[in-house]
Every structure is written in C-alpha cells, then in structure tokens.
C-alpha cells in the first residue's frame, strides 16, 4: 500500500471511532416508537406541522463528584420533527396558565433542549390542544 493509502485508511477509521464515541455518550436508551396510545398527542401535533418520532426518549449522562462516577438519565415526552429539525416535546400537566418564561420552565427547557441536542423545544398542552414552540438563542 502506498502512503497516501494509509492516510485514507487513518482517516476512515479515525472517523468511525468519533462516530461511535459520539453516539455512546448521547444515546437514546428508553424510547419508543409511537403507538395507538399516542394518537392523541400525535394529532395535535400534525395539526400544528410536526411529525411525532419517539415516545420517552432517554438520555444517558455520566458525571463525577469527587472522582466518584455517577450515572443517570435523563428523560423527554416526546421527539418531535418539522422540515428535518428535532424538537422534545414536554407536556404540560398542570391547569395554571402559561408562562413559559417564567424561571421554571425557562431553565427546564433550555436544559432539555441542550441536552437532547434538539433545535428547540415543544410544550403541549393537550387540554388545549396547544402546541407551543420554544427557541434560544445565545
């Protein structure tokens, strides 16, 4: 093999092994595809433009204290999508109004939207058949 095959061969492997660091750290472990017991959820959303794509997704997250290893999980609603962008859904579960910028939910979301690695967040009040789009920027 000549030495530009090599270099090839190097780049190939490097990037299937960043490939795959970066789907162990952020992978989906829990969720679901939709079923008959979303139908609900998924009908408000299409009627708002999303496609509903998983249900309980989950996120696994490795942390330290002190050097000691701690793992968890952190858990959405739902996966949304919209013009091939990603969204968690949250439902809303309360019958309070909305204040979606209040301290709260602004911290929620935003962790959630970091998280997740999704472009913005929905919160659906399924009462109201409401869906409400959230984005940050910085």
């Not at 092994?17 to 979303?38: E, N, Q, T, W």
């Not at 942390?63 to 962008?85: C, I, N, T, W």
Request: hydrophobic share 45%; aromatic share 8%; charged share 30%.
């Amino acid at each position: 093999m000549r030495q530009s095959d090599w270099l090839i061969f190097a780049v190939i492997i490097l990037a299937v092994a960043v490939f795959g660091l970066r789907r162990s750290l952020r992978r989906r472990a829990g969720g679901r595809k939709p079923g008959p017991g979303d139908a609900r959820v998924r009908q408000v959303l299409e009627e708002a433009g999303f496609e509903l794509m998983e249900v309980q997704p989950v996120l696994s997250v490795n942390m330290s204290v002190q050097g000691r290893p701690h793992r968890f999980e952190m858990k959405g609603d739902y996966l949304a999508s919209r013009g091939g962008r990603k969204y968690l859904v949250r439902l809303r579960r309360d019958s309070k109004p909305v204040r979606l910028n209040s301290k709260a939910w602004r911290n929620a979301l935003l962790r959630d939207v970091l998280l997740f690695g999704t472009h913005g967040a929905l919160v659906l009040d399924l009462d109201r058949e409401t869906v409400y789009e959230v984005h940050f920027q910085f």
